[in-house]
């Protein structure tokens, strides 16, 4: 009996710190995002009586709001800047919403973010270069935005990245080079921007990398053989862009290929057999310049302009 007595209170202990709620800081932070983005108007509202982690949306752990996803839930407004506050947030999902606004200059203030997905928004401006700041960052998503700008040039401090989609906005500039320290990197997804410049040596380093595509951008220069290290690769789309000389035939060597897409470019030359072979290779298509004859007999796509 009596050590029953003694469990009781170690019980109740328990139970209050297993269901306590999250402190007034955090929980005004959210009444405070939630104001900003028309929370009235949401699919799925939040009933602000409720205890936070009841919340749609909104996941708890140790007392702390660790993810906020709200995807496909009809955001409108800004997003605050209060939010990077939240001291243990992982994951803040906003996919398929209408916030408008930029994304906020302070974000290099959150120290546990690791999942970003602000993509399909209404979002402009430019990415902030603090963003590299955030050291436990996982991944990137901001495709379909309004984003304009440059690719910030420390993008290389994100060693933990393995994503970046930016595709489907108005990023200028060139690719940094610094995106070659990026070695736990699996998506590189940046068409249908305006990205100029060369595709830099320094992407051969990206061992980890199995999607490239920087198609529909106005990028110039050779594809550098080195491109044919990256033995992981299962799409490289570089299409629709100003690429010339000679495809490398070391692009031969990547023998988990499904998708390549290299046509509507200026290459001087057509395309060892050896690349069209590949096994792997389902989705192929070379459009070549006026001046080369598509000769080659594969079961592909391979046009004449």
Not at 131 to 149: A, P, R, T, W
Not at 200 to 216: G, H, T
Not at 267 to 276: C, G, H, L, T, V
Request: proline content about 4%; glycine content about 4%.
């Amino acid at each position: 009996m009596r050590t029953l007595k003694l469990l009781i209170p170690v019980f109740l202990i328990f139970t209050s710190v297993s269901f306590a709620n999250v402190n007034k800081c955090e929980k005004d932070i959210l009444i405070s995002f939630y104001e900003a983005t028309n929370g009235s108007n949401w699919n799925q509202t939040w009933d602000l009586s409720e205890p936070v982690n009841n919340w749609f949306g909104i996941t708890v752990e140790n007392n702390h709001v660790v993810e906020i996803n709200l995807s496909f839930n009809n955001l409108s407004g800004v997003i605050t800047s209060e939010i990077v506050n939240l001291p243990n947030l992982r994951v803040l999902n906003l996919h398929m919403n209408s916030i408008e606004g930029s994304i906020p200059k302070n974000i290099g203030d959150f120290t546990t973010l690791e999942n970003l997905n602000l993509s399909f928004n209404q979002i402009n401006g430019e990415i902030p270069t603090t963003i590299c700041e955030i050291e436990s960052l996982k991944s990137i998503v901001l495709f379909m935005n309004q984003l304009d700008g440059t690719i910030p040039a420390n993008i290389g401090n994100l060693n933990n990245l393995e994503e970046l989609t930016l595709f489907n906005n108005n990023i200028t500039g060139f690719l940094p080079n610094s995106i070659g320290d990026l070695k736990n990197l699996r998506i590189l997804h940046l068409s249908s921007n305006n990205i100029e410049g060369v595709l830099p040596l320094q992407i051969s380093n990206l061992s980890q990398l199995e999607l490239l595509s920087v198609f529909d951008n106005k990028m110039i220069g050779q594809i550098p053989t080195e491109i044919g290290n990256l033995n992981k690769l299962t799409e490289l789309s570089l299409a629709n862009n100003s690429f010339d000389g000679e495809v490398p035939s070391e692009i031969a060597q990547l023998n988990n290929l499904v998708t390549l897409m290299l046509n509507n470019n200026n290459f001087d030359s057509n395309i060892d057999e050896a690349i069209a072979n590949i096994p792997t290779l389902v989705d192929f298509k070379f459009i070549s310049s006026p001046k080369i004859k598509a000769t080659m007999s594969v079961n592909s796509t391979i046009v004449s302009d």
